[in-house]
């Protein structure tokens, strides 16, 4: 099984930055990709941002320009660095990795890490 630990969250006010960190643990091998999404009360969670291991990455219309995804193949770790952040962004951000197996993917998810943005 894969284990994921966010860290990095807080509280910045607006047009600051936060680097958020997720490390991956146990079977790291099965990792297809990594990402991260962001959820707010009564929202259902919405992508921000997925790097496949190979380097191909999406993001979420509303981060382009602003926040950065990189993995560190070496460290089993993914990056996600957010720049010119906006109230709006205030959400817990969650990291997550599909992983690989004999029927599918299976999704991994860590615990969250709460990021405010204040005006």
């Known amino acids: 099984q894969v284990q994921l630990v966010e860290s990095g969250g807080g509280l910045v006010q607006a047009g600051g930055s936060l680097r958020l960190s997720c490390a991956a643990s146990?079977?790291?091998?099965?990792?297809?990709?990594m990402g991260w999404y962001r959820q707010t009360p009564g929202n259902q969670r919405e992508l921000v941002a997925v790097?496949?291991?190979?380097?191909?990455?999406n993001y979420a219309d509303f981060v382009k320009g602003r926040f950065t995804i990189t993995i560190d193949n070496n460290k089993n770790t993914v990056y996600l660095q957010m720049n010119s952040l906006k109230p709006e962004d205030t959400a817990v951000y969650y990291c997550?990795?599909?992983?690989?197996?004999?029927?599918?993917?299976?999704?991994?998810w860590g615990q969250g890490t709460q990021v405010t943005v204040s005006s």
């Open positions: 997550n990795a599909p992983l690989g197996t004999r029927t599918g993917l299976l999704e991994i």
């Open positions: 790097m496949a291991k190979h380097g191909n990455t």
């Open positions: 146990g079977a790291v091998f099965a990792i297809n990709a």
